[in-house]
């Protein structure tokens, strides 16, 4: 009987004990812990030149994509070494005794003339702290002038500051402090909601040849993307329309309107830095849905548009107009093999294809509008440096106008994928003279002009 009850008591202590590990584990607190969200701290940076015994230092890691940091400056600590702003840099009103303490009976250690500068810190309302060769030694308040005796103004709203910053869409982030030379603690704190919130004490040990750190450093992938080569490749599916306006002498005029799915693009690249290059394969199809010549349907024939393009780019300016976006010049050239309307004396139109090398200098603009989206708009420049015929028929182009117009949209999947979609848009217009396989010779203009209205996905190695 004894053994059963122990035996019981046993077991009820047992399940007790179980149900308050269970409750913990499962308590919404307990999990939002778990979730914390967490820095991957790169290597610090020193941006600048050191400047009165400070320096600016650059932080840098990565967290959740859109999570807060913030760091109050008034909560930073000097553990050893340096000055802790530029403010207690002062200018002496008159000559100064300096102090072995707070004591005007004390020994003096030295006098400092009128005028000279120092980095002085308030230890009372009546002292200040100085460091010289001699050591550690007070001056009165009466040295300096009230204002800086009491911090002034500027620097009371100095250590009222709250520095803040967001981690982008990959979750980079970037904050910088300006730091005495010496040991310091920076309280960092992060969040991505209320719950998910913590602060992160660090200590910097700040010098005027580099930063250190007391946590891990990861690789800075966001420094390694800009100075090391990445490579990208997209394909994309579309719907494709074209318009045609030809006119040939002694031939007639011919409007044509082409609808037709799909169209396949392939695009792949590279970017090192600013620098970037592009190469570009398109094929449009090419089905009449109507033809008009002379006020009568004209027999015509299937086609394919194709573009093969390669492109250089320069990134030249980024926050022009926003606070990320991102300015290319574009340079390159196209091989298209576009279609040419061949009109007989009879007012039938045969689509031939033959080639067009045109020179495109642009712009292009990147920039993110929301959480994961980027646009990309781009507008080009088109000029025909050569032409070539096709099927016997000899055709060259004098230029009036060409351009490219684009745009797309994309949404970030994670780092390397992202989808998305737009419009693609050239108009190629100019006069030109053919000859066709009889020896008979024509001149005329012809617009061309299509839409591809595609879906696109890419990949970053």
């Known amino acids: 009987m004894i053994i059963e009850t122990a035996t019981q008591k046993v077991k009820g202590a047992l399940g007790h004990l179980t149900w308050i590990f269970l409750s913990v584990l ?41 999570a807060g940091l913030a760091v109050k400056i008034d909560q930073i600590l000097q553990l050893k070494g340096g000055q802790k702003s530029q403010q207690n840099v002062q200018k002496l009103i008159q000559s100064c005794k300096v102090y072995r303490t707070t004591d005007a009976s004390s020994e003096v250690l030295e006098t400092l003339p009128k005028g000279g500068t120092l980095w002085v810190e308030m230890e009372t309302s009546e002292w200040g702290k100085v460091q010289r060769e001699s050591g550690v030694g007070y001056i009165s308040k009466e040295c300096l002038s009230p204002q800086s005796a009491d911090g002034g103004a500027e620097e009371r709203r100095a250590r009222k500051r709250l520095l803040r910053t967001k981690s982008d869409e990959e979750g980079y982030f970037e904050l910088q402090l300006r730091l005495p030379l010496g040991v310091s603690q920076i309280p960092v704190q992060i969040y991505k909601t209320r719950q998910q919130r913590r602060i992160l ?5 700040v010098r005027s040849d580099g930063v250190k750190i007391n946590a891990k450093v990861h690789k800075n992938l966001k420094l390694e993307r800009e100075t090391s080569i990445r490579y990208w490749i997209e394909g994309g599916v579309g719907y494709t329309s074209q318009k045609i306006d030809h006119e040939q002498g002694g031939k007639g005029a011919l409007s044509v309107g082409l ?16 620098w970037g290059g592009a190469f570009q394969y398109t094929t449009m199809p090419g089905q009449p849905k109507e033809a008009q010549t002379n006020g009568e349907v004209a027999a015509s024939n299937n086609y394919a548009w194709q573009m093969v393009a390669l492109n250089g ?7 022009l107009l926003f606070s990320k976006d991102q300015w290319f010049g574009t340079l390159g050239l196209q091989q298209h093999n576009l279609p040419f309307v061949d009109l007989s004396s009879s007012g039938s139109a045969t689509f031939l294809t033959p080639s067009l090398m045109a020179l495109a200098l642009g712009v292009s603009v990147q920039s993110p509008f929301a959480t994961r989206w980027s646009c990309e708009l781009g507008l080009s420049y088109l000029y025909p440096v050569s032409s070539s015929g096709s099927s016997g028929v000899s055709f060259s182009v004098q230029p009036k106008l060409s351009y490219e117009l684009s745009g797309f949209a994309y949404f ?10 737009g419009i ?3 108009t190629h217009s100019h006069n030109f003279d053919s000859t066709d396989s009889s020896g008979q010779s ?14 696109r996905f890419r990949y970053d190695f």
């Open 424 to 426: 693609l848009r050239q």
């Open 26 to 66: 499962m308590h919404p607190r307990a999990v939002v812990a778990a979730e914390q969200v967490k820095i991957k701290w790169y290597q610090p940076q020193i941006v600048g030149d050191p400047e009165r015994g400070a320096v600016h230092v650059m932080l840098s890691g990565e967290t959740a994509p859109r």
């Open 201 to 205: 004490q660090i200590l910097l040990e």
């Open 412 to 421: 970030l999947l994670n780092r390397q994928m992202r989808m998305g979609g």
């Open 442 to 455: 024509s001149s005329g203009t012809q617009s061309l002009t299509f839409y591809d209205l595609a879906f």
């Open 313 to 319: 780019s320069f990134l030249f300016k980024e926050k």
């Open 259 to 274: 609808a037709a799915l799909p169209s396949i693009s392939i695009r792949g690249g590279l970017h090192k830095g600013r």
